[in-house]
């Protein structure tokens, strides 16, 4: 890395991904070391009292756990980030540490179901009420707005079912009533939707998925505005939060890929997405990457790219043939998460309780991986036979 530190903010995404926190290399190493470390010591009594020093204990940071976060802050597009165990993690850590006995939420009915889980069980345990919105609300968010709202939680495109959400009509809205914005940006990987640019206070992500890349590793990441950082802070370090060495050093290297990866997977779920949407078997196709989905005015204007997680309904048909077309796949695999190298299907059934999910026949979440499209395509053709022959 040349010498003096590049002005980041005059460069575009894809070379602040090469060259973010690159300052916390040493000796001319290209990544920073991986410190396993709790103990950091103090060479005298005065660095001791006066906390003068960059580093104090393990918990408290380490220069591969800065150098992960100050690279994601710097994606993101926020003031500061801190990393979590998970992405379950940094979700919980954060509504705790904004809010208290008394408040109300407002969370997306889209929301990915741990989310609701923690709202309505121990969120609610504490005295702090959920209530969940139509995902596709606007500005009409504003009516559900109460004296007592804190925070206004969104996740775009939604959980399963991919509705996009108009965050800046949300976020105008919630700041005038003087609410705060969160949005899970998993989806966009923090590089296709800029969620302080169109008005978030937080973003909070299951690094899990697209930044680690390779499906080996769990983290979670919050990066705040300058505003919710102090606030955000605080608690965290009071809750104790951290993360592994490995696991925050492998996140920093997948992170340094993620729009070549990114980049393929929108280009083969496109192509999937296209093929699914003109077969018979298939009711729709949700993916706000297709011109006729109903997300894609907003997703246009607001993300700059699509990755390959999409979901499919099928017209009805009975749970054996889909058993049938899913137990045969050789290329994809069943199982949750996403994000990594490698496809993925499995069956869903979203739960809804601010709006109802109508749809007839049997929904199939996918996640296109970055093996050869064609390869894909003929491994879904032969489900579908499996599932017309077993119907
Ligand atoms: C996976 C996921 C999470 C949870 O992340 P973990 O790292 O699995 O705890 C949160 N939000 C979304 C949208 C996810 O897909």
Known sequence: MAKNKPDLTTLKAETRLVVAAREYAEHGMVNPAVYHASTVL???VKSLRDESQAYSYGREGTPTSRAFETAIATLEGGHD??????????????LLA????????????????????????????????????????????????????????????????????????IADAAHKKGCLVFIDNTWSAGFYFNAFAHGCDVSIQAATKYIVGHSDTMLGVTTCSKEAWPQFKEAYLLMGQFAGPDDMYLALRGLRTLDVRLERHHRNAMKLAEWLRGRSEVETVLYPALSNDPGHRIWK???????????????????ESVAAMLNGLNLFGMGFSWGGFESLVVPFKPHRTA??????????????GLENPDDLIDDLK???????KTS
């Open 98 to 169: 904004f809010l208290k006995t008394g408040d109300h939420l407002l969370m997306v009915d889209t929301t990915y179901h741990r989310t609701r889980k923690f709202c309505d069980g121990l969120l609610k345990g504490l005295g702090i009420e959920t209530t969940y919105y139509d995902p596709l609300a606007g500005s009409d968010i504003a009516a559900h707005i109460r004296p007592n709202t804190r925070v206004v939680f969104c996740e775009s495109p939604g959980s399963q079912t991919m509705e996009v959400q108009d965050i800046p009509a």
């Open 81 to 94: 980030a801190a990393v979590s165990p998970s992405g379950a993690a940094a979700i919980s850590t954060t």
């Open 301 to 319: 204007r607001d993300f700059t790219g699509a990755c390959g997680l999409f979901s499919v309904v099928l017209k009805p048909t009975s749970r």
């Open 355 to 368: 709006t109802s999910w109508t749809a007839m026949g049997p929904a199939l979440r996918f996640h296109i």
């Open 382 to 388: 032969q489900g579908f036979e499996r599932l017309k």
């Open 42 to 44: 103090y060479p005298t």
